[in-house]
């Protein structure tokens, strides 16, 4: 192998200067600009949820009052919901890859791409000051009356950072499905293209649909909070449910907003590692859309106890076993491409296999939850908040950290250290379940989520949970470490250090500001590991 | 360096990214449809409340409709229409790139914008002096209001966010007259126009919808 060297020109040294960050159109700095946004708030987030496990490693409600307590889990949920998991998947890795892998230059709106990181931050800074001012206890839900009429806490900057960061969503998801539709090189059709683009395609669907409804609602809620209208105020015959139906209209889709591009990145993963065409490519491509499409009918199933109609309830279930059959068609379709597949165990692997086997749990545990029956008895309860961490921490963030150690080589050009980084993915395999899985149990057996105290008898499992919250928060600070280190100190990475297939993989690592030298024609398939193209291979 | 920048002289609106003018303009248009896309989400929440207050309690919202100001928003309606007419042809001129007509229809679609936005800021006094605005204040015969006030809450904040558009739909029109004064628009790239013109009739649109929704509720029967 010849010697490895970084390209003279690549994006990261076209400029120099805080300048050339803060008014880059390069979709690939704007993912790095996003990249240490949500890794902030990431943190932030993650500062929450530490102390909220440390009040429950007791049962007495003893390191904080009830108080807050209400605004620990209130401010975790919203910082993780809406400035991590939403943008971290589509925003990092998506700004970075769209173009790339579909052979453009840019996205169609560089311009709007900026525009939409400065709307982040902007949101984010108004949430912020509402946590720094005292706090939200709301829950990240927001449900009226008692965000209209009761809380005394800082709802409206922190409603205002949402419906701002809202904005930010449908900016990027307009700007993909544009540049997906208008920018591809010649010859990279619609069924050619990764499969980390048809689920970013049908991410971008939701987050154009769905954002805007969320954005009106919190208005609606403002206006009710700040001029006294009277839109779900029971006492002029307004009603409660109906901002619950607008809310979950979005935020059941959103968390397909969160967990579909994960995917996504789960097939790129599966075929790199195995060697493969993806099983079933079509199928797979098919199953992000019918997700998107299938997850705006099912936000019933977050009301079951709401007083919603027993009809409503019975169709709102039906609906939402039927998510499962795309959502499966995926589990499937990527194990029957590891099947007899050259697997290679490389960090990114570990965590595609580990994302297969949470994100299946999760999913199994989901279609408890749309069983109208077991619904009821659960609902409130600690088995809810495993279920959805097993969707959001284990699919998502598991999906989101395989990307990036998949990407990495080609955002930085270098590489990390591969023993490190197997280390950090197994102690944060082992960190989440012993995490999460107690709090399946606790759920089951009645504990109810959102106090701060909690009978004796839940105490041993939740100090497993807390012991592993705190395995699971190591895990996430050692990337952060050897990931950073390589920056300065990793090897060289080369365009193709995993031999793997994909226009990303054919320009240099990093790539030039323009992404290839010369614009490529495309004549193979995705995922063409079978017959090697010329030119195409490292 | 870029080797595509040898091969052909780019038109000066050409951005770096795209290929050809074509795509460029396609890319526009498209982005333009899925915005206004995201905005008929946007609005929909505000109808579907509209509709089921309104299902629920039609008698109120006939009588609330009623102090509504027909006659005002008649003479609205119609300018609003009038401006989509000025927008399509000044779309057109620019299609044929006759710049001065472009100006002068550009000119006449923000005049009748700005009527519009002061014919409701008069509505919006007089509700505010006939005690309509929804809140502690809000004063109302006593059988309808309670259910009054759910109305009022629509009308203002359907109009007004109506309103908040007009306003950005007129910032847009004066942004393309500056560039087409300046020489910008030309006969091979009028796409500005052309979807700056889209969201103008969006905004009208949604007028369109309101005006009937909120003003002649039950007019039949009375």
New interface residues.
């Given amino acids: 192998m010849a010697t490895v060297i970084l390209p003279p020109r690549h994006y990261l040294n076209d400029g120099y200067g805080i300048a050339s960050w803060l008014f880059t159109r390069d979709h690939k700095r704007i993912a790095l600009l996003y990249l240490a946004g949500v890794t902030f708030f990431f943190f932030v987030g993650g500062a929450f949820a530490v102390l909220i496990r440390l009040e429950l490693a007791t049962p007495a409600g003893d390191l904080v009052s009830d108080e807050t307590y209400n605004k620990l889990f209130t401010m975790h949920g919203v910082m993780m919901v809406f400035f991590f998991l939403i943008p971290a998947i589509p925003a990092v890795l998506g700004n970075f890859l769209v173009p790339i892998m579909i052979g453009a230059k840019d996205l169609a709106f560089p311009k709007l791409n900026l525009a939409s990181w400065y709307i982040y931050m902007l949101g984010a800074a108004f949430t912020t000051y509402a946590i720094v001012t005292g706090g939200l206890d709301t829950g990240w839900t927001f449900y009226t009356p008692f965000s209209t009429m009761s809380s005394t806490t800082k709802v409206i900057p922190a409603a205002l950072g949402i419906f701002v960061t809202g904005f930010s969503s449908i900016l990027t998801g307009l700007n993909f499905i544009v540049t997906i539709h208008r920018m591809r090189a010649p010859g990279m059709t619609w069924f050619r293209m990764p499969l980390f683009m048809w689920s970013t395609y049908a991410t971008s669907l939701i987050m154009v649909l769905g954002t805007p409804v969320i954005a009106i609602t919190i208005l609606l809620v403002a206006a009710e909070r700040v001029f006294h209208f009277g839109f779900f105020d029971p006492t002029r015959g307004g009603d409660p449910i109906l901002f619950q139906h607008l809310f979950w209209f979005y935020s059941h889709p959103a968390v397909y907003i969160m967990v579909l591009p994960a995917m996504g990145v789960i097939s790129e993963l599966v075929a790199a590692f195995c060697r493969k065409q993806v099983f079933g490519y079509t199928f797979v491509a098919f199953a992000s859309l019918g997700i998107a499409v299938l997850g705006f009918l099912v936000w019933g199933h977050h009301m079951f106890v709401a007083g919603q109609s027993v009809y409503a309830a019975l169709v709102f279930s039906i609906l939402s076993f039927l998510v499962a059959i795309p959502s499966a068609v995926k589990v499937f379709n990527w194990t029957a491409t590891m099947y007899k597949g050259s697997i290679s165990w490389e960090t990114p692997m570990l965590y595609a296999i580990g994302f297969i086997g949470l994100f299946t749990i999760g999913g199994l545990t989901g279609l408890f939850l749309a069983s109208v029956g077991l619904d009821v008895h659960v609902t409130d309860t600690y088995f809810i908040v495993a279920h959805f961490h097993y969707i959001m921490v284990g699919g998502t963030i598991m999906g989101y950290l395989g990307g990036l150690h998949y990407w990495w080589p080609k955002i930085s050009g270098r590489l990390y250290n591969e023993a490190l980084a197997k280390f950090s993915a197994l102690v944060i395999f082992i960190g989440f379940n012993l995490t999460f899985f107690p709090q399946f149990i606790l759920g089951y057996l009645g504990m109810p989520r959102r106090y701060h105290a909690y009978p004796p008898e839940f105490q041993v499992l939740n100090v497993l949970s807390s012991a592993g919250a705190s395995i699971l928060g190591v895990g996430y600070l050692i990337p952060m470490v050897y990931l950073m280190w390589s920056l300065r100190y990793g090897r060289l990475a080369g365009s193709n250090p995993w031999g793997a297939v994909g226009l990303e993989w054919t320009t240099t690592s990093p790539p030039p500001t323009e992404n290839f030298a010369e614009t490529p024609v495309v004549t193979w398939d995705a995922y063409d590991y079978g017959a090697p193209v010329e030119g195409h291979v490292a | 360096m ?3 920048a040898t091969h052909h002289a780019h038109h000066p609106a050409l ?5 050809s003018l074509g ?1 460029q303009k ?2 526009a248009t ?2 333009m449809w ?2 206004l ?3 008929v ?6 109808f ?2 509209y509709a ?2 309104r299902a ?2 039609p008698a ?1 919202f006939a009588v609330a409709s009623h102090e509504l100001d027909i006659t005002l928003g008649t003479i609205n309606t119609v300018v609003l229409i009038t401006s989509s007419l000025t927008m399509a042809l000044a779309v057109h001129a620019a299609q044929l790139g006759q710049r001065k007509l472009v100006l002068w229809f550009l000119v006449a679609t923000m005049v009748l914008g700005a009527v519009f936005l002061g014919i409701k800021s008069v509505e919006y006094y007089h509700k505010f002096e006939e005690h309509h605005v ?3 204040g809000f004063q109302f015969e006593p059988e309808y209001f ?2 009054a ?2 109305f009022f ?2 009308y ?2 359907m109009t007004g ?1 109506h309103a908040l558009h007009m306003v950005i739909g007129l910032g847009i029109m004066l942004v393309m007259f500056w560039w087409t004064w300046r020489g910008s628009i030309t006969a091979d790239y009028y796409n500005p126009i052309e979807i700056s013109g889209l969201y103008w009739h969006f905004v009208d649109i949604v007028w369109i919808f309101l005006f009937p929704l909120l003003y002649l509720i039950g007019r039949h029967g009375v």
């Fill in positions: 870029l080797p595509e951005a770096h990214h795209f290929d795509q396609e890319a498209l982005g899925v915005f896309g995201t905005e989400l946007f609005f929909g929440g505000m579907l409340a089921i207050y629920w309690y109120a929804p809140g502690p309670r259910h006030q759910l809450s629509l203002f904040i966010l």
